[in-house]
């Protein structure tokens, strides 16, 4: 075993230490799935009779398990505290073999609840023109899938859900995994993204650096230099193509720092993350300071 399947194994057991109990009212993302694991919403609104802007966030973990502590109860609690809606999801996770959940299970995961964010935006008081989506590590390539795999709805659906849009309005990405080939890949998210032996179409349409377009929403990076775990090249090469199709972009590239350590961070030199991503929300009207 190489030292990044070694540094991998370690993050793994690191996660799993910091997992919590979820908060949040919990809705399913389909009918006939209501088992613990099977993929939900935890939606967490601000007590506000005005029509607010909201993050869908996702915990990352090497799509294996879910860091639902640090990468997202205390997520929700930032958010809330500034005026914005706050919702977790929990999605499909993978085998180390291959069995059970891989792509496309996820990104479905994740455009279902999208939409589903949509489709209840005025009971829960949602601006359905003001959604973004904050992923952590793993959970930042399901962003980035998000943002770069992304439709307008299916108005001809029976189903009401699936006629709303999956474009989130902004994309918040923290030490995010973008690659699925070449040096820079982080091995172990893809294979339990894709399993052991994935289809070479597949690891180049999520590879998330090829597929940045005119639709992928503006976008803020926070990545270390250093990162042991998902190298900073990952970012980097997602901020390049941002910019070369003219999509805002902003990324934070710190000298030092370890993997996975959230938003909220005890350390005098990332710590400054905190500020600034809430300066680029204020820019973009998120939240009011």
């Given amino acids: 075993m190489d030292l990044r399947k070694i540094v991998f194994v370690l993050f793994c057991l690191l996660y799993t230490t910091l997992v919590m109990a979820q908060v949040g009212d919990k809705i399913f993302l389909y009918e006939g799935q209501q088992e613990d694991d099977s993929p939900c919403i935890y939606v967490n609104l601000v007590k506000s009779n005005d029509v607010l802007p909201t993050v869908l966030v996702m915990p990352g973990g090497g799509y294996h398990i879910l860091a639902m502590g640090h990468e997202g109860e205390a997520i929700v609690k930032w958010f809330l505290e500034r005026g914005v809606h706050a919702i977790i999801l929990q999605y499909s996770l993978g085998q180390f073999d291959g069995s059970g959940n891989k792509h496309p299970q996820m990104i479905n995961d994740a455009q279902r609840a999208m939409r589903i964010i949509r489709q209840n935006a005025a009971k829960w008081k949602v601006n359905p023109d003001m959604i973004a989506v904050m992923g952590f590590s793993a959970g930042g390539h399901l962003a980035s ?8 709805g299916n108005v001809a659906a029976e189903d009401p859900i699936e006629k709303q849009s999956c474009t989130p309005n902004l ?12 040096e820079d890949t982080h091995w172990g998210s893809r294979r339990f993204l894709l399993g052991p032996t994935p289809r070479l179409e597949d690891v180049k349409e999520l590879s998330n650096e090829k597929q940045v377009s005119v639709i992928t929403p503006p976008t803020i990076l926070f990545h270390t230099s250093d990162d042991p775990v998902v190298p900073v090249e990952n970012s980097i090469n997602y901020y390049l193509a941002l910019r070369k199709q003219g999509i805002p972009a902003e990324m934070h590239v710190f000298e030092h720092g370890a993997h996975g350590v959230g938003l909220i961070v005890d350390d005098y030199g990332l710590a400054q993350w905190e500020g600034l991503l809430e300066n680029w929300l204020v820019r973009w009207k998120w939240i009011k300071k």
Avoid: F, Q
């Fill in 171 to 182: 994309c918040i990405l923290s030490y995010p995994v973008i690659m699925m080939e070449g």
């Fill in 145 to 152: 899938t998000l943002a770069t795999h992304s439709d307008s």
